[in-house]
């Protein structure tokens, strides 16, 4: 798999990272590590995980997919050659979550211990927290940094003016600043005030600021679990947007004609837009993460890249509306 570098620092992972949240819960660990095992092999050596993965399981209390990494990594001999990715802020038992310095400081030495390692490569705020100053969270988050803990650090569903804020703020007192977003992200586009709860869509603002500073974007529920291929499955209300079916239809006929499925083509769109978005695949069968990394293999082309961009907006670029 192809490796790329982690925003501007010397961190090097694959270009597509696993999703972690059912690992050593949903997944029981066996499989886990076999899906592990699998991933590696294909040449990936990014781990998106968090502290709280899977605490809404029945008869989990989060920690599992951390302490399934760790037993793993451990076992396989291979932290060295592994990025993990890890974050915290929402609640689980035992923690209160949230950003402050006191939970920034304890939850980090916990995912440490369950991961069995001295450093986390990437450390992510999970969701914004008003109650906090953003002075308080981002001293807290360097102090990692300096102490050797935390390579980097990155936002995950917070809207681009915390972000901004919070790194306008860390650059002036010389701190760590975010270098990594990771939002929910797909091909379709949800519908104007879509809700996604704590969730945030990655936007066109976001990606421009990230271009501008040079920053890596990282989207996750590509797939939208399986709906865009499953007939078992609907597509989340969010995205029955007014270009919805258009952009659909142009999915399935550039799949068509670039010989791949749904899955590829919408991973492939990611990777070859502007400014690119390293996808996190998922999936509880080998042959789904096969057929999701295949996606690397295929090249759409800059007419196909238009087609798909332009889907149900056609006038996109080339000319706008009078008002009357
Ligand atoms: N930062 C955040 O707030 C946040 C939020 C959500 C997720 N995440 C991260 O993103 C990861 C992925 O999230 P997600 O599970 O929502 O991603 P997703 O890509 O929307 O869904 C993955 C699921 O889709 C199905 N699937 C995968 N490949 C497929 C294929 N080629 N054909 C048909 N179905 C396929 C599998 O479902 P089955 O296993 O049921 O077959 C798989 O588990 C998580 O593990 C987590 O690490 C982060």
């Known amino acids: 798999m192809r490796r790329q570098q982690l925003s501007q620092s010397n961190i090097e992972v694959s270009a597509l990272a696993l999703g972690t949240d059912l690992i050593g819960s949903k997944i029981e660990r066996g499989r886990s590590f076999a899906l ?5 092999e294909l040449g990936g050596n990014f781990l998106d995980t968090g502290n709280f993965y899977a605490s809404w399981i029945p008869g989990c209390q989060g920690g599992e997919s951390e302490t399934t990494i760790g037993l793993w990594m451990k076992e396989r001999r291979n932290r060295d050659k592994m990025v993990i990715s890890t974050k915290l802020a929402f609640d689980y038992p ?65 809207p681009l003016w915390r972000i901004s804020e919070a790194n306008v703020i860390a650059r002036g007192k010389a701190w760590t600043p975010y270098s990594v977003i990771e939002q929910r992200y797909t091909y379709l586009r949800p519908r104007h005030g879509a809700d996604f709860g704590p969730q945030i869509f990655l936007s066109d603002d976001l990606k421009d600021y990230a271009s501008y500073y040079g920053l890596t974007l990282m989207g996750y529920s590509v797939l939208l679990r399986g709906a865009y291929i499953r007939a078992d499955l609907h597509l989340p209300v969010q995205f029955a947007g007014p270009d919805s079916v258009e952009r659909l239809r142009t999915l399935s006929e550039v799949s068509l004609e670039a010989g791949c499925t749904l899955a590829q083509t ?23 993460l096969k057929e999701n990394s295949d996606a690397l293999n295929v090249t759409l082309t800059e007419a196909q890249m238009q087609r798909l961009n332009t889907a149900g907006n056609p006038t996109l670029n080339q000319g706008w509306i009078q008002p009357k």
């Not at 592990?36 to 590696?40: P, S, T, V």
């Not at 705020?125 to 100053?133: C, E, G, I, K, L």
């Open 94 to 158: 035992g923690s209160p979550g949230g950003l402050c310095a006191g939970e920034i400081e304890r939850e980090c030495e916990m995912s440490l211990k369950r991961l069995q390692t001295d450093r986390l490569d990437l450390y992510q705020a999970h969701r914004d927290d008003r109650s906090v100053p953003i002075e308080e969270t981002m001293e807290a988050f360097h102090r990692l940094v300096k102490a050797g803990k935390v390579r980097i650090l990155g936002a995950s569903n917070l």
């Open 266 to 288: 919408i991973i492939a769109w990611m990777l070859q837009s502007k400014p690119a978005v390293l996808p996190i695949i998922a999936g509880s069968q080998e042959n789904q």
């Open 36 to 40: 592990l095992d699998f991933y590696h």
